[in-house]
């Protein structure tokens, strides 16, 4: 049993205007499985930490119900709900040592010191914390102090481990350890966790599932394979990572004994697309979403588009390019181990295809 959201709406007063309302989180719905990782993504202002507030009891929703372990717990304060809350900030005692701040939930709880000395030195060693006990707070780096907020959280065995932004204020490499750290932990305890983040990256790296929201509103849930390569609508699409949209026309829909669909493509280019959800109709323009790193690059041009590199980046083990193909924005493609593949130099004409599996219609189009 892990946490189910029901219908649930939150409503603000908006503050310029007390007349006004402002929908935060519109009618969410959403089963997490017991020991389950799912992270909410999504802008400023989706509605992503609200909802995380609302399962953790730090705001209630004005309607719909909130289910944790099997119990609704709408009217459930905060410290009644079987959560623990690993904030941005850390929130760590500094008055207290490394060890004091771990058994800290226990203590309040009224266990035994001895019982507590054992939990704290138990979890300490998982966390890779052993000889941290008896430092401050302030001796500690970034990445030790959201272990010790980490371990604090897990101590007290929670149905639920709740993260808000935890690694936010932590530079680019040390996010990068701390993110395997956090995967490597729970699937370690086991304990369902929902993580709030607006890096990609980061929910990709430590999620089960995803959740994508955008103005209240669920988009899209799914694994990050899912996410990333069959993208329910525009915006997912657009949101997770780089991408191409390419704009074409049905020509043969639902080809005889197949399943498959033909598509045309500006200059008259044309590619078959197999077992896509349907039904097309014959003459309908679609959306096809493709990745940068999904492009094949032609020298001299043929394919499904020509152009022109109008900018070429050396990274060292990639080259990004973009490529002016007459549309309304340039094509990106991304092209890797450039010593073996071979360069191309800004006005070279270059050919652009793909193949079909790397591609995706969007069910909008």
Same mark, same amino acid.
């Given at each position: 049993?892990?946490v189910?959201?029901?219908?649930?709406t939150?409503?603000?007063?908006?503050?310029?205007n007390?007349d006004?309302?402002?929908?935060?989180?519109?009618k969410?719905?959403?089963?997490v499985?017991d020991?389950e990782?799912?992270?909410?993504l999504?802008?400023?202002?989706?509605?992503?930490?609200?909802?995380?507030?609302?399962?953790? !009891?730090?705001e209630y929703?004005?309607?719909?119900?909130?289910w944790?372990a099997g119990?609704?717990?709408?009217?459930?304060?905060?410290?009644?709900?079987?959560?623990s809350?690993?904030?941005?900030?850390?929130?760590?005692?500094?008055?207290l040592?490394?060890?004091?701040?771990?058994?800290?939930?226990?203590e309040?709880?009224?266990?035994?010191?001895n019982e507590?000395?054992?939990?704290?030195?138990k979890?300490?060693?998982?966390?890779?914390l052993?000889?941290?006990?008896r430092?401050?707070?302030?001796?500690?780096?970034?990445?030790?102090?959201?272990?010790v907020?980490?371990?604090? *959280?897990?101590?007290?065995k929670p149905s639920?481990?709740?993260?808000?932004?935890?690694?936010?204020?932590?530079?680019?490499k040390?996010?990068e350890?701390?993110?395997l750290e956090?995967?490597?932990?729970?699937q370690?305890?086991?304990?369902?966790?929902?993580?709030?983040t607006?890096?990609?990256a980061e929910?990709?790296?430590v999620?089960?599932r995803i959740v994508?929201?955008n103005?209240?509103?669920?988009?899209?849930?799914?694994?990050?394979?899912?996410?990333y390569?069959?993208?329910?609508n525009?915006?997912?699409?657009?949101?997770?990572?780089?991408?191409?949209?390419?704009?074409?026309?049905?020509?043969?829909?639902?080809?005889?004994?197949?399943?498959d669909?033909?598509?045309?493509?500006?200059g008259g280019?044309?590619?078959?697309?197999t077992?896509?959800?349907?039904p097309?109709k014959?003459?309908?323009?679609i959306t096809?979403?493709?990745?940068?790193e999904s492009?094949?690059l032609?020298? !001299?041009g !043929?394919?499904?588009?020509?152009?022109?590199?109008t900018?070429?980046?050396?990274?060292?083990?990639l080259?990004?390019?973009?490529?002016?193909?007459?549309g309304?924005?340039?094509?990106? *493609?991304?092209?890797?181990?450039?010593?073996?593949?071979?360069?191309?130099?800004?006005?070279?004409? *270059?050919?652009?295809d793909f193949?079909?599996?790397?591609?995706?219609i969007l069910p909008?189009?």
């Amino acid at each position: 049993m892990g946490v189910k959201l029901v219908d649930v709406t939150k409503v603000f007063a908006d503050q310029s205007n007390p007349d006004k309302k402002v929908t935060a989180v519109n009618k969410v719905s959403l089963d997490v499985a017991d020991g389950e990782f799912v992270s909410f993504l999504g802008p400023s202002g989706c509605g992503k930490t609200t909802t995380l507030r609302i399962i953790s !009891g730090f705001e209630y929703p004005t309607t719909g119900e909130v289910w944790i372990a099997g119990k609704v717990v709408n009217d459930i304060p905060p410290n009644k709900r079987d959560t623990s809350m690993v904030f941005q900030s850390y929130a760590i005692f500094p008055h207290l040592s490394v060890a004091q701040n771990v058994g800290f939930g226990l203590e309040l709880k009224g266990r035994a010191k001895n019982e507590i000395k054992k939990e704290v030195e138990k979890i300490m060693e998982v966390m890779n914390l052993n000889d941290l006990g008896r430092r401050r707070p302030d001796q500690l780096s970034g990445g030790q102090q959201q272990r010790v907020a980490l371990a604090r *959280a897990v101590i007290n065995k929670p149905s639920v481990l709740l993260f808000d932004e935890p690694l936010s204020n932590l530079d680019a490499k040390l996010r990068e350890q701390m993110r395997l750290e956090i995967r490597r932990i729970q699937q370690s305890f086991g304990i369902t966790s929902i993580y709030v983040t607006h890096d990609q990256a980061e929910a990709m790296t430590v999620s089960d599932r995803i959740v994508v929201m955008n103005e209240g509103n669920i988009m899209q849930t799914g694994t990050p394979f899912e996410i990333y390569s069959r993208p329910a609508n525009r915006f997912v699409a657009d949101f997770i990572g780089r991408v191409n949209f390419f704009t074409g026309r049905v020509v043969s829909p639902d080809m005889p004994g197949t399943g498959d669909v033909e598509i045309e493509f500006s200059g008259g280019s044309r590619k078959t697309f197999t077992g896509r959800s349907g039904p097309f109709k014959n003459g309908q323009e679609i959306t096809l979403v493709v990745r940068p790193e999904s492009l094949r690059l032609k020298g !001299g041009g !043929g394919g499904i588009f020509t152009g022109t590199v109008t900018k070429s980046v050396y990274l060292g083990q990639l080259v990004e390019y973009e490529i002016d193909c007459d549309g309304d924005k340039p094509v990106l *493609a991304v092209t890797y181990d450039p010593a073996d593949q071979g360069f191309f130099k800004i006005g070279d004409k *270059a050919g652009v295809d793909f193949s079909a599996p790397a591609s995706h219609i969007l069910p909008e189009g």
